[in-house]
């Protein structure tokens, strides 16, 4: 009975281990409880008018935008619109306050 319990232990961990080896995102899953940094910079960008999602939880590889990664997390986009053609600092270290924009808290991570 231990001896099972023992071996299902470890392939879950190997599981995990692999997953995260092969994907270069440690903690995407659903332990994951604060988010990745994608960068420690914005990225500066235009946008044109229409719905966007911001990855919130810095495993897309589509940054600044959800690419699903988020699936199995507690994390979810963030929809936001864009009105008018704009200039925008998008935040790429998920630290900020004014989401999904850069608000210059990457400075202090
Ligand atoms: S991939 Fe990060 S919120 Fe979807």
Redesign the pocket.
């Known amino acids: 009975m231990s001896l099972k319990l023992d071996i299902v232990l470890k392939i879950d961990f190997n599981i995990q281990y692999q997953y995260q080896l092969q994907s270069n995102k440690f903690f995407t899953n659903n332990t994951m409880t604060k988010p990745l940094i994608a960068d420690t910079k914005p990225q500066l960008m235009t946008l044109k008018p229409g719905k966007y ?1 911001w ?6 590889s589509k940054q600044p935008f ?5 699936q199995g997390t507690s ?3 963030m929809e936001f619109t864009i009105t008018e053609e704009k200039k925008v600092a998008m935040c790429l270290c998920k630290d900020t306050k004014n989401t999904p924009f850069c608000d210059g808290s990457h400075a202090s991570l």
């Open positions: 999602y990855c919130s939880c810095g495993s897309s959800c690419d699903g990664s988020h994390f979810t986009p």
